[in-house]
């Protein structure tokens, strides 16, 4: 049995790590799961509690919106970014799905099959990232996903959640929707998203911009790929 984990305990652990790493920032989105459920005033009294048991006690680790939605990463160094998405009078970080805020989280993968059309949803929003990046939006594109499949076969395309698992084989699979999925043993394969957003970005230089990418089971060619895109100014 887990002992359930508390906020406080969160902003500890990311408090030491701010400690260590005073360059990062963390993004962090915060809800209300039973929001749907709760009359008016219970979801404001979980906005009440929020602010007054942690935004007040934590408020010099928080980044407070200014009205500008994608702030530079110079003004969010060691801060935390929230994304709320609770009913609030306060004003906190960013509100989630705010106007100017482009999201891609088709989280929902209805059947092993449906993992290109997932893979299209994340490749799209790579490109509209990138071609609409000087028009100050924030993108965040989700390469995770559940519903029927598991999270590490939507991250890693593989037959069990174990590093070495070999890739799920789906057959002869000839559309175009299948054309960046490998082919192993005469075969297609599953594959990842994080290894297709991996070799999208490798073989195509021209994308410079991807906005935030959120994902499972981050390795580091992902991450350093991810960096890689990153124009840096001397």
């Known amino acids: 049995q887990y002992e359930k984990l508390k906020l406080e305990d969160v902003l500890?652990?990311?408090?030491?790590?701010?400690?260590?790493?005073p360059t990062e920032t963390i993004l962090m989105r915060v809800s209300n799961e039973a929001q749907e459920d709760e009359s008016e005033k219970e979801?404001?009294?979980?906005d009440d509690l929020f602010y007054n048991n942690y935004w007040t006690q934590y408020k010099k680790y928080f980044w407070e919106?200014?009205?500008?939605i994608n702030p530079c990463l110079s003004e969010i160094r060691g801060k935390i970014v929230l994304l709320t998405t609770f009913p609030s009078e306060h004003t906190y970080g960013i509100r989630w799905r705010a106007k100017?805020?482009?999201?891609q989280d088709e989280y929902k993968v209805e059947g092993i099959w449906n993992l290109p059309k997932k893979w299209?949803?994340?490749?799209e929003y790579l490109t509209y990232a990138n071609n609409n990046r000087d028009k100050g939006y924030l993108y965040v594109n989700f390469l995770s996903g559940t519903e029927w499949v598991f999270p590490y076969f939507v991250a890693s395309g593989q037959s069990s959640h174990e590093t070495a698992a070999p890739l799920l084989l789906a057959g002869m699979q000839n559309s175009e929707e299948w054309s960046e999925f490998p082919r192993v043993l005469g075969s297609t394969a599953y594959e990842g998203t994080n290894n297709l957003t991996i070799n999208y970005l490798r073989n195509h230089p021209e994308i410079k911009h991807a906005g935030i990418i959120m994902c499972d089971f981050p390795g580091p060619d992902l991450i350093n790929t991810i960096i890689g895109l990153n124009e840096f100014v001397k």
């Open 12 to 21: 500890n652990t990311i408090i030491e790590f701010f400690r260590k790493h």
């Open 65 to 68: 919106y200014n009205g500008n």
């Open 120 to 123: 299209g949803s994340v490749k």
């Open 43 to 46: 979801q404001e009294a979980f």
């Open 100 to 103: 100017g805020m482009h999201i």
